[in-house]
């Protein structure tokens, strides 16, 4: 069998990299498309079995790479299989309904399937996988006190908060946040500002971290996937300060406290990538929100969810419900994925 994995995406592409690896395993061909021309794109796909693509976030980024190849399938009968790699982009409000024209859609949750459901014809298989990156949570490299040492954190508080791929917004998001601690002298904190592999800002932030570190109080760092993973990170955090992110379903699973902080410019850009809907996490209890350019509110938020408050016992008691304690077996998600294409691939 031959899979086309296109997907643009780096968190689809992440995914699709252990996919390859599972169906190397099982004998299969695999090729990965990130960037190529139309017509090597209709080339791969032409003669492959089944397609997975991922749901980028831009329509010109990610985006182009997998309507191209969602065209060439449709134009080749070729079984088309999605991913959605975190809560509610089973849809990305720049789609045109041709992309919900596929035979198997994999999500990462109950919810998520039963939002689809009402999005996606019957004849579509929509089924829970899981995301494979979820599982350095589960099953993580490092304890909390040898990534506490690399970092150098001795009694501070560690706060981890994971960028988005565009500096304008982690600008507003990380000198929000170092503002409210800013106006925290009484503990001391190690702010870890968490790349995202898709930012090229490069030096944008060198002003902010040279200013919150005059702080007395505040030891700031700006840490690539190359040092520390967003997983690897999380594991030493006592709080985790995140916009849309996967390391806040992390934080779920790991029992961290995660506030969700979308000062103006963030609720902007969550109106492009899930619109109106609800983020998941928030709903569930697993996440407080301060949807606020006022830093006041964010360091009320910061204060409750590092003391053992009720809303603190409330949020981990919810964490432990909806996660348990229960691990998934190491590469479930992969081979979940790979036990469905076998299958649409011989309908």
């Known amino acids: 069998m031959k899979v086309v994995l296109a997907c643009g995406d780096p968190a689809a592409v992440n995914a699709a990299q252990k996919l390859l690896g599972e169906l190397m395993l099982r004998k299969h061909e695999g090729t990965l498309l990130m960037r190529a021309s139309e017509r090597d794109v209709g080339q791969e796909v032409q003669s492959a079995h089944v397609l997975w693509s991922g749901f980028a976030t831009d329509p010109d980024i990610g985006g182009r790479i997998e309507r191209m190849a969602i065209s060439a399938a449709h134009r080749y009968n070729v079984p088309i299989m999605r991913y959605a790699d975190t809560h509610l982009v089973y849809h990305r409000p720049h789609e045109d309904d041709s992309m919900r024209d596929i035979d198997a859609l994999a999500v990462i949750g109950p919810s998520d399937k039963k939002g ?7 004849s579509v298989r929509i089924f829970v996988s899981g995301n494979p990156m979820h599982e350095m949570y589960y099953f993580p490299e490092k304890d909390r006190e040898t990534v506490r040492a690399e970092l150098g954190v001795g009694a501070q508080t560690l ?3 994971p960028g988005t791929k565009f ?9 929000g946040l170092g503002s409210a601690l800013i106006g925290l002298p009484d503990r001391k904190f190690y702010f870890v500002l968490s790349r995202h592999p898709g930012d090229d800002g490069d030096e944008t932030y060198d002003r902010l971290i040279e ?5 007395p109080h505040i030891t700031a760092r700006l ?15 006592d709080l985790v300060v995140s916009f849309l992110s996967e390391l806040g379903i992390g934080a779920a699973i790991r029992r961290i406290p995660n506030i969700e902080f979308w000062p103006s410019v963030l609720q902007e850009r969550k109106q492009v990538l899930i619109g109106d809907k609800a983020w998941e996490p928030i709903e569930q209890g697993l996440a407080a929100l301060v949807a606020s350019d ?7 938020e910061i204060l409750r969810y590092l003391k053992e408050t009720n ?5 981990l008691t919810r964490q432990r419900l909806i996660y348990g304690d229960a691990q998934p077996r190491p590469g479930y998600a ?7 294409m076998e299958q649409i691939a011989h309908q």
């Open 167 to 175: 500096p304008q917004q982690n600008i507003a998001l990380w000198g």
């Open 211 to 215: 200013q919150l570190n005059s702080i």
């Open 159 to 161: 706060i981890v908060s």
């Open 334 to 340: 992969v081979a979940t994925m790979a036990d469905v």
């Open 116 to 122: 689809a459901a009402r999005l996606y014809k019957e």
């Open 294 to 300: 006022d830093p006041q509110y964010l360091r009320i």
């Open 223 to 237: 840490i690539t996937r190359n040092e520390l993973s967003g997983p690897q990170l999380l594991i030493g955090a």
């Open 311 to 315: 809303e603190r016992l409330m949020m």
